[in-house]
């Protein structure tokens, strides 16, 4: 009996996700007014870059981290040098279809939504990148003259859980 109870508790901790282990982390860019939770601690890289659409500079603040060498968590913020269209839908849209078309994906599934009375679109994607298969969870919100994307990209087995965990941890403040 003690056996089987010891063979049972040792194929249930497999089960568990392996970010289980990490301590979930909150990160707060007070700059550009997101936050969200991450498992681990996030490192941070910013660039500025010229803004193709016009005059001025676009900031981006990227933190990301990455869990058992095979899912990358990465929140990113874009700052723009103008106000976003008056449609905020398309431009969801077309941030999905850059993320997606920038490596030759598939979009599985996407939906719009509000969340905290923002504009929100979720969207999950696969793609083959160096013959390696992936699955990508975005999230994007647009709010004043940032974008704002909570992204995993999953190269191992699908840990859905802690994906949408992450994506869904993406607050405005």
Same mark, same amino acid.
């Given at each position: 009996?003690?056996?089987?109870?010891?063979?049972?508790?040792?194929?249930?901790?497999?089960?568990?996700?392996?970010?289980?282990? @990490?301590?979930?982390?909150?990160?707060?860019?007070?700059?550009? +007014?997101?936050? @969200?939770?991450?498992? +681990? @601690?996030?490192?941070?890289?910013?660039?500025?870059?010229?803004?193709? /659409? +016009?005059?001025?500079?676009?900031?981006? =603040?990227? @933190?990301?981290?990455?869990?058992?060498?095979?899912?990358?968590?990465?929140?990113?913020?874009?700052?723009?040098?103008?106000? /976003?269209?008056?449609?905020?839908?398309?431009?969801?849209?077309?941030?999905?279809?850059?993320?997606? /078309?920038?490596?030759? /994906?598939?979009? =599985?599934?996407?939906?719009?939504?509000?969340?905290?009375?923002?504009?929100?679109?979720?969207?999950?994607?696969?793609?083959?990148?160096?013959?390696?298969?992936?699955?990508?969870?975005?999230?994007?919100?647009?709010? +004043?003259?940032?974008?704002?994307?909570?992204?995993?990209?999953?190269?191992?087995?699908?840990?859905?859980?802690?994906?949408?965990?992450?994506?869904?941890?993406?607050?405005?403040?």
């Amino acid at each position: 009996m003690r056996r089987t109870l010891l063979a049972a508790l040792a194929f249930a901790s497999l089960a568990v996700p392996a970010s289980a282990a @990490a301590v979930w982390q909150p990160y707060a860019n007070t700059e550009q +007014g997101v936050r @969200a939770e991450f498992p +681990g @601690a996030p490192s941070v890289e910013r660039e500025q870059k010229p803004f193709e /659409g +016009g005059e001025g500079q676009l900031d981006l =603040i990227t @933190a990301s981290t990455l869990v058992d060498d095979q899912d990358y968590y990465a929140l990113a913020t874009t700052r723009f040098p103008v106000d /976003g269209p008056a449609d905020t839908a398309q431009l969801l849209d077309m941030a999905a279809e850059g993320a997606v /078309g920038a490596v030759n /994906g598939t979009v =599985i599934s996407s939906q719009h939504s509000q969340v905290n009375g923002i504009e929100t679109m979720d969207v999950v994607a696969s793609a083959v990148v160096e013959g390696q298969a992936l699955k990508a969870y975005i999230r994007i919100q647009f709010k +004043g003259r940032v974008l704002y994307q909570a992204i995993v990209v999953d190269t191992g087995p699908s840990n859905e859980a802690d994906a949408l965990r992450f994506t869904r941890s993406m607050r405005l403040t």
